[in-house]
Structure formats: structure tokens, C-alpha cells
């Protein structure tokens, strides 16, 4: 296994020959591809989980005990999702389609930042911001608020109630404990199975299951490039580290490969 680590600007010649000849890329990614979005990630030093617990935000229990506390966090990270911007790797990540007959984004993230920098279709294994569903009988909720004007930023708030049993709503994510959706999983997998390469994006490479995806890949020989400015596990599998923001490097890779590609 070649292990190349990438600090200069140029890249390999074999790196930009496999995204040249690829027919399908997967593209994974975690929350340090919307950092660049103002959007706070878990696990870096100002991330979320350094200032809360994911037991009370991020479980089934944590609901349970103060459903007011849990929705009123999501909701305000909601509005911030909507007040915030693709960055240039959302947008390089788009562009890929233009360039490979067939791209699966894969992401953990919960916010829409793939889809508004024009990713046509994107897995969420992590779920959605945007599909909350009712905690008693799963029913989706039918109205969630679509201005971030009308979204309140209050730490507390009260959840709304399901039309059909009056049980809480919360949100559409996938928290510790739970399973992920197999509509979301199996395809990714496969996708991730069959690919000819795939880029890990900005992910800690530590939430299981979805953390598996690139180290199948790359267990299969096919080639995987990791984008993160910190080492992970994953550095040791990865055909490709190019160590910086991820905003910086895809509109560079994808110039690089493509020369038309910064254009329109
Ligand atoms: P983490 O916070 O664990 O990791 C973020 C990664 O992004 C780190 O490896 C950073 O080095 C990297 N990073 C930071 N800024 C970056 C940038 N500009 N460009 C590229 N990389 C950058 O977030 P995730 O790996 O997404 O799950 O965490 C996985 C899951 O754990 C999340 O989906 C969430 C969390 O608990 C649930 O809530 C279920």
C-alpha cells in the first residue's frame, strides 16, 4: 500500500490519473466539510460535544428526561444550518457530477449543505435537520418551520405535538443507541463496495457504523482519499492523506484534474 502524505500544492499524478478514470466516486463526509460554513463540528476543540453531553442531547433517554432542553438545541443549530452557506468544498463536491458518470454523497451530517451546493441526491445516515417525525408513533411532522426568522434560537422550547397520537416530535436525527436507516446504509454501502474511488471528507473516522465505509473500500484495494487537517485512524488505510481544510483542497483537486473545472 502506497501512503502518500500531502502538504504542498501540487497533487500526485496517480491521485489525479484515478479521479480522471473513475466511473464512480463516492464522496463520505463529516461534519469538518461545513466547518468551513460556521457550522461547529463534535469533536475539534470548540465542538459541540466540549460543551454538552451527548447523553442528554444525543439519546433516546436524554428526550425522554427533558424534551424542551433537547428540541430547543436542535432547533437553534437548525436556524443557524439555514442562515449558513455552502462553502467551496460543498460546491467542488457538486461540481464532481459534472466529471464522473456516477457520484453517491454519503454524509453523517444532519444540515442541507450538499443539497443547496446542488447535490442532486444525498444519503444521510446521520438523518436530517429537516424530517423531524413523532417520538411516540414515528409519523413524519408534517410542518416544520422553513425561515430561519421564524425558527426560535431559545435553549428551551416545548416541542409541537403529532396530528395523530399528540405524542412529542423530535428531531429526524439518528442518536446513540439507534439504528441507522437501512434505506440510507445499505445503499452507501454498496456504493462504497463498488466504487472506484472514495474521498473521506472531514470526518473523526470514530462513529460506527458509518465510520466503516472508507476502511471497506479500502480493504477492497480501491483507492481512498482522506481530506482532514488531523490525522485519524483512517490515515493508516488511506491511499491518499491530504493533510488541510477541505475548502481549500477539493476546488484545488478538482482544477487540477479537470482544468475547466473552477470556471461557471
Ligand atoms: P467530528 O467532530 O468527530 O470530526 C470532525 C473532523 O473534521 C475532524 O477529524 C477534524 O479534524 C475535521 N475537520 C475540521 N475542520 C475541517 C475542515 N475545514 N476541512 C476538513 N476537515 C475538517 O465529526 P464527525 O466525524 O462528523 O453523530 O462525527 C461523526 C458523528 O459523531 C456525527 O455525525 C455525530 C457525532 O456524534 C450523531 O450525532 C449521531
Redo the contacts with the bound molecule.
Keep these: 500500500m502506497t501512503l502518500t502524505t500531502i502538504n504542498e500544492l501540487e497533487f500526485p499524478q496517480s491521485l489525479l490519473d484515478a479521479l480522471r478514470q473513475a466511473r464512480h466516486v463516492v464522496v463520505f463526509t463529516?461534519?469538518?466539510?461545513s466547518?468551513?460554513s460556521g457550522i461547529p463540528?463534535?469533536?475539534?476543540e470548540s465542538?459541540y460535544?466540549g460543551d454538552v453531553d451527548?447523553e442528554d442531547f444525543?439519546t433516546r433517554a436524554g428526550f425522554r428526561r427533558d424534551p424542551a432542553l433537547v428540541w430547543g438545541w436542535y432547533e437553534s443549530r437548525r436556524k443557524q444550518v439555514m442562515r449558513s452557506q455552502p462553502n467551496p468544498?460543498h460546491i467542488a463536491i457538486a461540481r464532481l457530477a459534472r466529471y464522473i458518470e456516477q457520484l453517491t454523497v454519503v454524509t453523517?451530517?444532519i444540515d442541507d449543505l450538499h443539497e443547496r451546493a446542488g447535490c442532486a441526491e444525498v444519503l444521510h445516515l446521520?438523518g436530517s435537520f429537516f424530517a423531524p417525525r413523532c417520538f411516540a408513533c414515528a409519523r413524519p411532522y408534517s410542518k416544520p418551520l422553513d425561515s430561519p426568522d421564524l425558527v426560535s434560537s431559545e435553549p428551551r422550547q416545548e416541542p409541537p405535538r403529532c396530528a395523530r397520537c399528540n405524542g412529542r416530535i423530535r428531531p429526524g436525527?439518528?442518536?446513540?443507541g439507534e439504528q441507522l436507516q437501512r434505506e440510507m446504509y445499505q445503499p452507501a454501502q454498496r456504493a462504497a463496495q463498488k466504487c472506484d474511488v472514495l474521498f473521506s471528507?472531514?470526518?473523526?473516522?470514530?462513529?460506527y457504523p458509518?465510520a466503516s465505509l472508507p476502511f471497506e473500500t479500502a480493504a477492497r484495494g480501491i483507492p481512498v482519499v482522506q481530506?482532514?487537517?488531523?490525522a485519524?485512524d483512517l490515515d493508516a488505510k488511506a491511499k491518499f492523506n491530504l493533510r488541510g481544510?477541505?475548502?481549500d483542497i477539493m476546488p484545488r483537486l478538482l482544477a487540477a484534474a479537470w482544468p475547466d473545472a473552477g470556471e461557471g
Design positions: 463529516g461534519a469538518g466539510v466547518a468551513e463540528t463534535f469533536r475539534d465542538g460535544w451527548p444525543a468544498a453523517q451530517n446521520h436525527v439518528v442518536w446513540f471528507i472531514g470526518t473523526s473516522s470514530l462513529i458509518a481530506v482532514n487537517p488531523s485519524t481544510q477541505a475548502g
